[in-house]
């Protein structure tokens, strides 16, 4: 059975960083996109950022834009989010997807286009 743990989630102050990871396993990692997706309490499922196969090419939700990075590391079947300048309203439940396809055709991934899901990781902001 397919696998995405994550980890790094915490409680942090405005301003801080954290890296989430996230590790795959049971599935052939490095040939499908990755994404992480957030969801804050009472709202939906927003995408976040997103990374092709081979890392290539990124993607990011505004929202995030300049302040967050996302990479993978294809030897360990893991892919990460370095989040920097965290502020209040990224206070979510982080989640690890995995793409349907090797890249997205757009900008942006859709919850459709994920094949696979993790189970989350909590990040609090606190101001």
């Known amino acids: 059975q397919v696998q995405l743990v994550e980890s790094g989630g915490g409680l942090v102050q405005a301003g801080d960083s954290l890296r989430l990871s996230c590790a795959a396993s049971?599935?052939?990692?490095?040939?499908?996109?990755m994404g992480w997706f957030r969801q804050a309490p009472a709202k939906e499922r927003e995408f976040v950022a997103g990374?092709?196969?081979?890392?290539?090419?990124?993607y990011y939700a505004d929202a995030v834009k300049g302040r967050f990075t996302i990479y993978r590391d294809n030897s360990k079947n893991t892919v990460y989010l370095q989040m920097n300048s965290l502020k209040p309203e990224d206070t979510a439940v982080y989640y690890c997807?995995?793409?349907?396809?090797?890249?997205?055709?757009?900008?942006?991934?859709?919850?459709?286009?994920?094949?696979?899901w993790g189970k989350g990781t909590l990040v609090t902001v606190s101001s």
């Open positions: 049971r599935f052939i990692f490095s040939i499908y996109a």
């Open positions: 997807a995995a793409h349907r396809r090797a890249d997205s055709s757009g900008s942006y991934f859709y919850l459709d286009d994920m094949r696979y």
């Open positions: 990374i092709s196969w081979n890392g290539g090419t990124t």
